[in-house]
């Protein structure tokens, strides 16, 4: 059974830090890029970091580029996300998704979704 499962959630200060994982079961990621994507209350789900299956380039959203960084343990089957400098619009529910083929940060674009985890930056 496929699956991807997201932890390292939490409730956090502006300008905190959290890492987020994402490890995959059923299947090897080796071969998929990964992407995260977040989705705050009333908005659309928009797309955060992803990175390649190749040769693990990388890619981020003006919103978090130079707070957020992507990458991968292949021998893990994992996928991480650090987020540093934190901040309140950074609140939303953060999934991580794979696909088969290059790096693309539409939502659309993937095949196989975990079910999320929560992340809050409150004072």
């Known amino acids: 059974q496929v699956q991807l499962v997201e932890s390292g959630g939490g409730l956090v200060q502006p300008g905190g830090s959290l890492r987020l994982s994402c490890a995959a079961s059923?299947?090897?990621?080796?071969?998929?890029?990964i992407g995260w994507f977040r989705q705050a209350p009333g908005k659309e789900r928009e797309g955060v970091s992803c990175i390649s299956s190749s040769d693990g380039s990388t890619y981020y959203a003006d919103s978090v580029k130079g707070r957020f960084t992507i990458s991968r343990d292949n021998a893990k089957n994992t996928v991480y996300l650090q987020m540093n400098s934190l901040k309140p619009e950074d609140t939303a529910v953060y999934y991580c998704?794979?696909?088969?083929?290059?790096?693309?940060?539409?939502?659309?674009?993937?095949?196989?979704w975990g079910q999320g985890t929560q992340v809050t930056v409150s004072s």
């Open positions: 059923g299947f090897t990621l080796d071969y998929y890029a």
């Open positions: 998704a794979a696909r088969r083929g290059g790096l693309v940060l539409h939502p659309g674009e993937y095949d196989y």
